[in-house]
């Protein structure tokens, strides 16, 4: 499956972004989703995830009730859409997807098979 990741930009502190990550080759609905990011400098960090069925979404504490993961099978896109963003938010984001993931491993970026190129998102102070 191929991964295209879009909808990063320049935002304001405070502003929102919705992120897309729609998948090509094969339908990816019973796939674990996750996003990923990673800042000059710094390790690649879990942001969010969704599992395989759906049914479960996990987030990194920093992101907690700020951001939204969901996915749109119809579409064989999933969205995170990043609300009340701040500078330390500034990254590039990477979506990852694999059909194996269970709850365990669905927050570590080398358990997934396949990424996305990466979308820049810059928060403005």
């Known amino acids: 499956v191929q991964l295209q990741a879009s909808g990063g930009g320049l935002v304001q502190t405070g502003g929102s972004l919705r992120l897309s990550c729609a998948a090509s080759?094969?339908?990816?609905?019973?796939?674990?989703v996750g996003w990923f990011r990673q800042s000059p400098g710094k390790e690649r960090e879990f942001v969010a995830a969704?599992?395989?069925?759906?049914?479960?979404?996990y987030y990194a504490d920093s992101v907690k009730g700020r951001f939204t993961i969901s996915r749109d099978n119809a579409k064989n896109t999933v969205y995170l859409q990043m609300n009340s963003l701040k500078p330390e938010d500034t990254a590039v984001y990477y979506c990852?997807?694999?059909?194996?993931?269970?709850?365990?491993?669905?927050?570590?970026?080398?358990?997934?098979?396949?990424w996305g190129q990466g979308t820049q998102v810059t928060v403005s102070s």
């Open positions: 990852a997807a694999d059909p194996g993931l269970i709850s365990s491993s669905i927050t570590m970026w080398d358990d997934y098979h396949y």
């Open positions: 080759g094969r339908t990816f609905s019973r796939y674990a």
């Open positions: 969704l599992s395989r069925s759906g049914g479960s979404t």
